[in-house]
């Protein structure tokens, strides 16, 4: 497991930016949603904005289930900061329909990872998986109340918001863990007490999904910003 911790946010953006530009171009990558992945998105795209049509395969890591207009999408804020000036070739960009009916897009998008990633004993395989991280220690849409219901799932999955019910599909702990490799991408002091449980193993570290993610490629690395660092610097 390797630890990058940056200064600020953006010192980390600019050097995470880097890296995906110099390793995976030419490969599959699986973006997460929320606030964070921001910055990475707009640095990417300022760094490429004279490229065209890259044949990066994009995919998500989850998506919530609303139109693709909508602020909650997670294609939208992509759409809008990192999909821009054809820089990508859109022909590669593989979203969840969140508009679609949960049950059907699920068998959709099951069927778009088998048919444009590499399949390593049965289950798909990315180049790279981003990953995000919630204070409650969920990872993708691997949320602590239902991730008992999804280990044995090797396809994607349809789960819950624990609060709001919000239907989101997301990949499964499976998949994640047959990436090729695997970056946790965490920012903000909001998350030093989770990051701590998880890292060194210890609090309630077993009740969080993100403890799971150990891809079998042991290729997994966090990228954090001092403030999100803090308890492991201590
Ligand atoms: C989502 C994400 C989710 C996110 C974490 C962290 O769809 O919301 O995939 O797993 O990565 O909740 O969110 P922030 O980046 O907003 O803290």
């Known amino acids: 497991m390797n630890i990058n911790i940056y200064k600020t946010k ?18 599959s990558i699986a973006l997460s949603g929320g606030s964070t992945p921001l910055l990475l998105f707009k640095d990417l795209s300022k760094k490429l904005k004279e490229r065209r049509n890259l044949n990066t395969k994009f995919f998500w890591v989850d ?3 609303v139109p ?8 939208k804020m992509a759409k809008e900061n990192l999909f821009i000036n054809n820089i990508f070739n859109s022909q590669n960009i593989f979203r969840i329909k969140g508009e679609i009916e949960p049950e059907k897009e699920l068998i959709n998008y099951n069927n ?3 048919e444009n990633l590499l399949i390593d004993k049965k289950i798909p395989s990315f180049d790279l998986i981003i990953l995000g991280l919630g204070d409650d220690g969920h990872t993708a849409s691997l949320f602590p109340h239902e991730f008992l219901n999804f280990r044995n799932k090797e396809d994607c999955i349809i789960a819950s918001h624990p609060s709001s019910g919000q239907k989101r ?4 702990e499976k998949i994640i863990n047959n990436a090729k490799e695997v970056i946790f991408h965490v920012t903000g002091s909001g998350k030093k007490y989770v990051i701590d449980e998880i890292i060194n193993k210890r609090g309630n570290y077993k009740s969080y999904p993100a403890s799971y ?8 690395s966090w990228y954090l910003d001092f403030e999100a660092s803090e308890m492991l610097t201590k």
């Open 10 to 27: 953006e010192e980390l953006s600019d050097k995470l930016s880097d890296y995906i530009i110099q390793n995976h171009l030419n490969g």
């Open 63 to 65: 998506e919530r289930c």
């Open 68 to 75: 693709p207009e909508s602020d909650e999408s997670n294609y």
């Open 112 to 114: 778009i990872l088998s």
């Open 169 to 172: 599909i997301s990949l499964s």
């Open 213 to 220: 993610i150990s891809p079998k490629s042991t290729n997994l």
